[in-house]
């Protein structure tokens, strides 16, 4: 009897330790190379693979311009930024800023304005490099970096970047003069239906809580016209949509110029005539069938699993993430509830090193860009999981918004406003402790 | 306790199930040890095959850019459907076998953006995102070789720039399907490889292009074909090494999501809701029911154990000879879902066949084409249930009495 119990401690302990890699819970996969974003979740029953598989087909293939002659996947533009999901979640993965002489594909430019706070009153919220034939886009922008020398309180000096975007051959008039421009990398598409499936109260907990450790991370309280009630924001880069089938619904209207049942109007601002007057491939034209498909695909797509954790330094690094308090905000670990649809996702332990909260991350990082009641200075906490793969999908390690910070230390460096305490906590490390802490979110 | 598993291969072995209705039976069942060891031999025998119809492949394109002329490119054409139809039958190996999933990229990728390889028509359509859609590999003055095919595949990490494996040499040999007539597949002429009266331009690049990725194909498909051979092969010693139970489980997920997830899933359903030739796998030949018709009889023949390569039957203990021990109601109930698929996959070629093409068997306005694939679909979402409620561990003990 006492070595069955032994054996029960040792097959406990085993199994704990096991799962710490797991990041995804059981959705959880063990892929490091170029398709490590890209695999449907471990858990996911052989049925609803099928509709991952589906899903994935209308997340990559490129839709075309009204009227085709035989697809139900027309009705792109007039005025868009990709044609395809994955013209720009490339490999599901994550978006970059242009390299010089390139034209801007994974990333796109919001348009904010002080002034009415509703964007351009010519070219709206967001600026349109591409068009269908016949209708003019809005016009071109290029990118150039302005070097940025910031020296810390203690001293120490870094050579940062920062992005100027130049406007030209605009065709509805000149921009505003109050009108701010800011570039939007896409995010990685991994374990967002787990982040949906977090319960709205341990999201209300965490805000509470951090309120007593005097960080102000904040909801971003959203309207729910069909239910009549608030509703938490939990994605995009100010955390301006409450789920992943609105999420989809708007980068379908806003990216690509496709209505859906959820986002029913064209993205045509009202004097640009030829949008206005182009075809519509269908009204709408996602039917709801394939809105459902590509938010069930972008709602399964796996978590990968941590590398490195038995490394000293990697187990050195944890420490210091918490010591310097990385994680008052990158949250470690959440419980999903059971209220997604998708019985794979519910109860499950994760760890996406975010709280889904605003919070202000001071004037460096600001466009002045503000969404809805979000600030120029407030940024949704950035999910880490899977950051570590970033090199291996997609090439490039180029974070933050619009791509500014040249791997994780830049990123970090970044952090201002209510994350200033933690930066200088980084910044006082030395070397070797710097290094571990980048080592452990490299294992993520 | 090992050592049971290496008895002989087939044992009698008295079934419970059977015999608790009253009707004592005796069958042969093979260990799940023996069966997943001919799991392996099946493997490296279909792997032969692929591998043998692509060295045909490979002798008919050279004859066609030795001599090209509507013969030589009808054959090299008629090549390509025989050697896909072998590779379709392997796809059973993937998604439980990672290393196939990792090889399966550069063999049999789609959809293209093919104006990364040759030159396309006006109003082609490709990701906005990619930056190599037009780059026509062909027409640019780059080194074509092996080093650059593989170079360029997936290149600027764009899935749809597919610069190597079948559905490459398919553009080639056929050129894009611009649907001239409702049941017109690629229309390239043999001339695109004349180096003396060249339709197009650049004709000895094309040629180029050609052999060097028929002989990357073949090289992959070598490659594979080691792997699987029983006892050398680094997969094959790697597979054999797992649990008996971990092995099955492999071998029944493979099946199980080739069959309802992509078969049904990404090659018929994404068709039929798009309403769109683009999304047929060969879409420049007009082959797709070819590579349906060989993934739903391969699964059938794998779960069986008796599968062809070099006209000679291969035939061993098979999960369905566990299965039956273990649980014969399910087991009829699986075979008859096997049956009902290949009827029904058999019509849907015959469509085909016939002069209904899969790119039209998928519109709405051919409605008996339309409620045939959808039937298609629903028994092979039947097969992955009952693929799926397969207990591997049970079948790992089935229980052998001599």
């Known amino acids: ?444 | 306790m090992k050592k049971a598993f290496f008895l002989s291969l087939c044992i009698s072995v008295h079934v419970l199930g059977l015999s608790r209705t009253g009707f004592a039976n005796e069958v042969s069942v093979p260990s799940s040890e023996t069966v997943t060891q001919h799991y392996v031999v099946m493997a490296h025998a279909m792997f032969t095959e692929a591998q043998a119809a692509a060295a045909d492949l490979a002798l008919a394109t050279d004859a066609l850019l030795r001599s090209p002329n509507e013969a030589n490119h009808l054959h090299a054409k008629q090549a390509w459907v025989t050697a896909h139809r072998a590779y379709s039958r392997t796809e059973v190996f993937r998604f439980g076998n990672p290393n196939v999933d990792d090889w399966e990229g550069q063999v049999n990728a789609w959809p293209m953006d093919e104006g990364l390889v040759d030159y396309v028509a006006d109003g082609y359509v490709s990701d906005s995102g990619n930056p190599f859609a037009q780059k026509n590999l062909i027409a640019d003055a780059v080194v074509l070789d092996q080093a650059l095919l593989r170079d360029m595949h997936e290149g600027a990490g764009a899935e749809a720039n597919v610069a190597t494996g079948y559905h490459v040499i398919e553009f080639l040999l056929w050129g894009q399907d611009l649907n001239l007539t409702k049941v017109s597949a690629g229309t390239r002429s043999y001339l695109d490889f004349s180096q003396s009266q060249c339709a197009s331009v650049h004709c000895d690049r094309r040629a180029l292009y050609l052999k060097e990725s028929v002989d990357l194909l073949l090289a992959d498909l070598a490659d594979m074909v080691q792997q699987w051979q029983l006892g050398q092969g680094d997969y094959a010693k790697t597979f054999m090494a797992l649990n008996v139970d971990t092995r099955l489980q492999r071998m029944l997920f493979g099946l199980g999501s080739l069959v309802y997830g992509e078969l049904a899933g990404e090659r018929i359903r994404v068709a039929m809701l798009a309403q769109s030739q683009e999304d047929e796998q060969s879409c420049f030949s007009d082959m797709t029911h070819f590579a349906i018709k060989e993934n739903v009889d391969a699964v059938a023949d794998v779960f069986n154990g008796i599968v062809q390569a070099k006209g000679q039957r291969v035939a061993g203990p098979s999960l369905s000879d566990l299965l039956l021990a273990n649980n014969a109601k399910k087991h009829q109930a699986l075979m008859l879902a096997f049956t009902k698929a290949q009827n029904t996959v058999d019509k849907v070629a015959q469509q085909a066949k016939n002069g209904l093409p899969f790119d039209q068997q998928i519109l709405l306005e051919n409605i008996e084409a339309y409620s045939t694939l959808e039937l298609l679909i629903a028994q092979l979402r039947d097969q992955a249930i009952l693929i799926e409620s397969i207990d591997s561990q049970q079948l790992a003990m089935v229980k052998v009495m001599r």
Not at chain 1, 157 to 175: A, D, I, M, Q, V
Not at chain 1, 219 to 235: E, P
Not at chain 1, 260 to 269: G, R
Not at chain 1, 292 to 299: A, G, R
């Open chain 1, 1 to 444: 009897m006492r070595r069955f119990l032994t054996l029960i401690l040792i097959l406990v302990s085993v199994h704990g330790y096991a799962e710490a890699p797991y990041s995804g819970g059981a959705t959880t996969v063990f892929k490091e190379d170029h398709n490590a974003y890209s695999m449907p979740a471990k858990n996911l029953s052989l049925v609803s693979r099928e509709s991952f598989f589906v899903g994935n087909a209308f997340f990559t293939n490129p839709w075309v311009a009204a009227p085709a002659t035989v697809s139900t996947r027309d009705g792109l533009g007039p005025l868009f930024n990709a044609n395809a999901c994955q013209s720009c979640h490339i490999k599901d993965g994550r978006g970059r800023p242009p390299a010089k002489g390139e034209a801007f594909a994974s990333m796109l430019i919001k348009i904010g304005s002080t002034a009415i706070g509703q964007g351009d009153s010519r070219y709206g919220t967001q600026f349109h490099l591409l068009s269908i034939p016949g209708v003019e886009a809005e016009g071109s922008v290029s990118l150039e970096w302005q070097s940025y020398s910031w020296t810390s309180e203690a001293g120490e000096t870094f050579h940062l970047r920062k992005p100027h975007y130049r406007f030209s051959e605009l065709k509805y008039g000149e921009l505003e003069d109050t009108s701010f421009f800011g570039g939007r990398t896409a995010p990685a598409m991994i374990g967002l239906g787990l982040l949906e499936a977090v319960p709205e109260d341990s999201l209300i907990a965490l805000e509470a809580a951090q309120a007593r450790l005097g960080v102000s991370g904040r909801i971003h309280w959203l309207y729910d016209q069909t239910n009549n009630q608030k509703v938490a924001g939990r994605f995009g880069w100010k955390a301006s949509q409450p789920s992943v089938k609105k999420q989809a619904a708007i980068a379908f209207a806003e990216d690509m110029g496709l209505t859906s049942s959820v986002v029913p109007e064209s993205n045509c601002q009202p004097q640009q005539l030829d949008c206005v007057a182009a075809p519509e491939g269908g009204d709408p034209e996602v039917s709801d069938q394939i809105l459902e498909l590509v938010s069930f695909y972008s709602s399964t797509l796996a978590v990968p699993a941590r590398r490195n954790i038995e490394d000293p330094m990697v187990i050195a690094g944890e420490l210091r993430f918490q010591q310097v308090g990385c994680n008052s905000c990158h949250t470690e670990t959440l419980m999903t509830g059971d209220q997604s649809s998708i019985a794979e996702l519910r109860q499950q332990e994760i760890h996406p090193y975010t709280d889904l909260l605003l919070h202000d991350l001071g004037e460096g990082l600001s466009d002045q860009n503000n969404e809805g009641n979000v600030s120029g200075l407030e940024w949704r906490t950035a999910p880490l999981w899977g950051i570590g793969l970033l090199q291996a999908v997609n090439g490039h390690q180029q974070l933050l918004h619009d791509g500014r910070a040249r791997g994780v230390e830049e990123a970090i460096l970044w952090h201002g406003g209510e994350a200033k305490a933690s930066r200088r906590a980084y910044l006082s490390l030395g070397p070797e402790q710097r290094q571990e802490l980048l080592q452990f979110v490299e294992s993520l």
